[in-house]
Antibody, heavy 120, light 108 residues
């Protein structure tokens, strides 16, 4: 069964840092791009970042560029989101998602999400 | 940056057809994906590449894309279809994925 399991969400103060992890199973991890999407409480989906299968290409939303960094360890079937200089506006549930190349890049598998709360 | 516009809400009676629109400049030139998100759950891919269905998605779900509007159509709506629906495209100019603001489907 194809699965994604996020972890690392927590309560953090403004200006702090956090690293989220997304462990994948059930598919050849290195063959697929991976993405992070967040959802603030009561709000819509916001794309955060994506990485290619090799990790050689990375993409970021303007709202997080320069503060967040996506990476992956294909030997561990895990993708990461390093979040720095966190702001109250970063408070959200963070989902990781698998990009489906045959589906024109659609996000065909999602994790259950991990909650990040930025507050003093 | 590219913007996708969805109506905040759509209401439909059970058994009727729901149509949820997603507006964008020349969206016809892009591949549109649709996601369903039930309350308290992660999103699920409902339609990809304008109108194809992933395995496990009922045939009642279909999509179309023309000019400046893409449409998700749900036929014979059921109570279980009540959810938020989001459209999504890749903007190659900015190298960003873009989501619409979401539409809450209410089954009356």
């Amino acid at each position: 069964e194809v699965q994604l399991l996020e972890s690392g969400g927590n309560l953090v103060q403004p200006g702090g840092s956090l690293r989220l992890s997304c462990a994948a199973s059930g598919f050849t991890f290195s063959d697929y791009a991976m993405s992070w999407v967040r959802q603030a409480p009561g709000k819509g989906l916001e794309w955060v970042s994506s990485t290619s299968g090799s990790g050689g290409s990375t993409y970021y939303a303007d709202s997080v560029k320069g503060r967040f960094f996506i990476s992956r360890d294909n030997s561990e079937n895990t993708t990461y989101l390093e979040m720095n200089n966190l702001r109250a506006g970063d408070t959200a549930t963070y989902y990781c998602a698998k990009n489906w190349a045959s589906g024109r890049g659609a996000f065909d598998v999602w994790g259950q999400g991990t909650m990040v709360t930025v507050t003093s | 940056s590219y913007v996708l516009t969805q109506p905040p809400s759509v209401s439909v009676a059970p058994g009727q057809t729901a149509r949820i629109t997603c507006g964008g400049d020349n969206i016809r030139s892009r591949s549109v994906h649709w996601y369903q998100q039930r309350p308290g759950q992660a999103p699920v891919l409902a339609v990809y590449d304008d109108g194809d269905r992933p395995s496990g998605i009922p045939e009642r779900f279909s999509g179309s894309n023309s000019a400046n509007t893409a449409t998700l159509t749900i036929s014979r709506v059921e109570a279980g279809d009540e959810a938020d629906y989001y459209c999504q495209v890749w903007d190659s100019r900015s190298a960003h994925w873009v989501f619409g603001g979401g539409t809450k489907l209410t089954v009356l």
